[in-house]
């Protein structure tokens, strides 16, 4: 006798209910904590890369104290004009040209580290204080800062505060950081606005609530609580419980070297808990809508099924043996179906949050790269090891012109913040890139940089056409053949919008095919022995900042050389900024 096929066995209404609400309930659980996961992880690298930027920051500026202290330390001990000055009248002729000279040093000093900074000398004996640099504070605060240095002079309690140390004094409501640096009876002094030192630090994406700021040693802000997009925010505001849930804040703090103040960053990212917060209400909304839909079947049975039942126990006995008729019974596919498109809807869900984080990801790993760009110290000492070699062989003029190029190199590159430049500068720039290289390479190389008339005028991102200039000197200029390089800009009209073209060409042995290959085919080159990172990175940048619209095209010229041709259309009307 064979054996009954197992019937599937069937379930009530009330089992489904049950099931339908413990798996919304774990998915909401579930979705809860793997969000908090992730907007934790997310912080920490954000907090982490802004930490590394704002030790990168302090590394920075501590070498510039301690170049500036070393400077004015020197310049008291050796320095001729402040012993003229010391044995003469002010009013003679003798100190006058001693000052005007020793003016004339300082102001090279303020050109490297900026306008911001402002030297001054004191001497007790002649109760003078002299003004070294362009001064750029009030007069009213020069008084101010007389007055303070007479009395740090003759109160040594005081004075102990302040001794070659960088302290913050405040200036008629103004705060500012200051050095003194002694010799004997003669004093140094080094001056800058505490808002003009963490200015660097303003440009940088905190948060929309977010600052960074300046502390001194009692714990109060000297600096004005400034965000990234240059509006003021009360550092001491209340919060509520809902708005410190949607905005928790962190505090990153790092210390400078010899300096009685330090550095406090507010991190405030309210836009991955305002995601959080949506996701968890669209969970909510589900399991709203599946307890009223668990509520609708239990009335549906009650005043549908029921008394369906109950007609179907009644067809009974219009049987022939009087049995009950055997009535097949659903197991409710809808909502089977229904449950299925809806975990659907949570995994699009979560796809489409991790792609929101990975691009904010990216666009810091884009920030970051460019900043990298940006520090190059192996440039810097090849300039300072060319000028000391010039200075060797007292090639006066050279040194002077090396300088100048350098100096003017560097600023470009550090007070450079903009998305968009004029054209006009990024090419000085380069000219000057150029004329330090000759310097190294002499007539290894020769240049030439072609701009058309239509062409003035426009605008384009900083630094890009260095990188491509970059890689002509490192890869086509050698000791054996003299290499050409040839930069030409115009205007042409494609795709129904004008564009502007630009052409960089050199004579060297041009692009390998391999990574030609790569970049026609769009994919990022090996850049483990930390090569070719300023071509994937400017191609990043330029694909952010044009939306797609920007085209680069590499190859090989018919006698070999390396060819990169630029189509760049005008800048947005917006542009997009790149944030941390």
């Known amino acids: 006798m064979m054996a009954k096929p197992a019937e599937n066995k069937l379930y009530s209404i009330q089992h489904y209910v049950k099931i339908m609400l413990f798996i919304s309930f774990s998915a909401l659980v579930l979705d809860f904590a793997i969000s908090i996961t992730s907007i934790t992880i997310v912080k920490q690298q954000s907090t982490r890369s802004l930490q590394d930027t704002a030790d990168l920051y302090i590394n920075q500026i501590n070498k510039d104290f301690n170049y500036i202290n070393h400077f004015m330390g020197w310049t008291l001990a050796n320095d001729e004009n402040v012993e003229i000055m010391q044995k003469n009248d002010i009013n003679s002729t003798k100190f006058i040209k001693a000052n005007s000279d020793l003016f004339k040093r300082v102001v090279e000093l303020q050109k490297i580290y900026g306008p911001d ?57 103004t705060y500012y950081v200051i050095n003194i640096v002694p010799y004997h009876d003669t004093y140094m002094i080094g001056l800058i606005s505490a808002d003009d030192l963490i200015l660097p630090l303003h440009q940088l994406n905190l948060g929309e609530n977010g600052f960074a700021s300046l502390v001194d040693e009692k714990g109060v802000r000297i600096t004005s609580p400034i965000s990234s997009k240059g509006t003021v925010v009360s550092g001491d505001e209340a919060h509520s419980i809902v ?65 369906i039942k109950s007609f179907s126990y009644n067809l009974t006995f219009w049987t022939g043996d009087g049995e009950p008729l055997d009535v097949e019974s659903s197991k409710i596919f809808e909502l089977e179906k229904a449950n299925k498109q809806f975990l659907t809807l949570v995994t699009q869900i979560k796809k489409y949050k991790i792609d929101i984080y990975e691009r904010e990801l990216e666009k810091q790993r884009i920030q970051l790269n460019f900043m990298k760009l940006q520090i190059k110290p192996h440039f810097f000492l090849n300039c300072l090891t060319s000028i000391y070699s010039m200075a060797q062989m007292q090639m006066h003029e050279e040194i002077e012109q090396m300088s100048l190029s350098t100096s003017k190199y560097f600023r470009y590159i550090f007070q450079n913040d903009q998305d ?29 940089i072609r701009q058309s008339d239509p062409s003035r005028g426009v605008k384009i991102p900083p630094l890009v056409l260095q990188t491509f200039i970059e890689n002509a000197i ?8 003299q290499v050409q390089i040839a930069l030409t800009v115009d205007r042409q009209f494609m795709d129904e919008q004008f564009m502007t073209v630009i052409r960089i060409t050199d004579t060297g042995p041009g692009f390998p095919q391999q990574e030609l290959e790569q970049l026609a085919a769009g994919q990022p080159l090996d850049q483990t022995s930390g090569t070719h990172i300023g071509i994937t990175n400017t191609v990043q940048r330029l694909e952010f900042l044009y939306q797609n619209k920007a085209i680069v095209h590499f190859s090989n010229t018919a006698q070999g050389g390396a060819s990169v041709v630029l189509w760049l259309p005008d800048p947005p009307a917006e542009p997009l900024r790149m944030e941390a």
Request: charged content about 20%; hydrophobic content about 45%; proline content about 1%.
């Open 474 to 481: 490192k890869y086509a200029v050698s000791r054996e053949t």
């Open 420 to 448: 968009f430049v004029r054209l006009e500068d990024e090419l000085e720039h380069i000219r000057i890139y150029l004329d330090i290289q000759k310097h190294r390479y002499r007539d290894a190389f020769v240049y030439q």
């Open 117 to 173: 900074y402002n030297f001054f000398l004191y001497f007790n004996k002649l109760d003078f204080m002299s003004n070294f640099t362009p001064m750029n504070m009030k007069y009213t605060e020069y008084q101010s800062l007389k007055n303070q240095i007479i009395k740090m002079v003759n109160d040594r309690s005081i004075y102990d505060q302040y001794y070659s140390n960088w302290s913050t004094i405040d200036l008629m409501g």
């Open 243 to 307: 708005s410190d849930f949607m905005h928790t804040r962190t505090t990153v703090n790092a210390d400078f070297t010899n300096a009685s103040f330090y550095v406090e960053l507010i991190i405030q990212f309210g836009a991955f808990e305002k995601i959080m917060i949506a996701q968890l209400l669209i969970i909510l909304l589900a399991v709203i809508i599946a307890c009223n839909l668990s509520f609708i079947l239990i009335y549906f049975k009650k005043k549908v099924l029921t008394p």
